[in-house]
Nanobody
Framework: QVQLVESGGGLVQAGGSLRLSCAAS?????MAWARQAPGKEREIVAA????????NTADSVKGRFTISRDNAKNTIYLQMDNLKPEDTAVYYC??????????????????WGQGTQVTVST
């Protein structure tokens, strides 16, 4: 069972930045960041392959969010810039056991962290 622990969430004003981190107990997975706002479905916002050779970003955050990883530390990151109130959500880290491509479909991810709250104020 892969353990994923997120950190870095908090309260920020609109237009500000945050960087989320996710430490994994094992290496070698395609990884992703997802978010879920109250009353909405969980959506994958960014994904990255095991070797960081390819990544994918949802249209809703394209140009503002950047996913990266440091395999020496078994950690992935989500740099979030120009944050908007609609980015307010619980952000989750996810790992895929069987997919090598940076999928934006939630069902392709098998392991999930507990989440970290991001709140963007006006």
């Amino acid at each position: 069972q892969v353990q994923l622990v997120e950190s870095g969430g908090g309260l920020v004003q609109a237009g500000g930045s945050l960087r989320l981190s996710c430490a994994a107990s094992e290496r070698g997975f395609t990884m992703a960041w997802a978010r879920q706002a109250p009353g909405k479905e969980r959506e994958i916002v960014a994904a990255i392959t095991r070797a960081a050779t390819n990544s994918n970003t949802a249209d809703s955050v394209k140009g503002r969010f950047t996913i990266s990883r440091d395999n020496a530390k078994n950690t992935i990151y989500l740099q979030m810039d120009n944050l908007k109130p609609e980015d307010t959500a619980v952000y989750y880290c996810a790992a895929s056991a069987g997919y090598s491509e940076p999928s934006l479909y939630s069902w392709t991810y098998h392991y999930w962290g507990q989440g970290t709250q991001v709140t963007v104020s006006t």
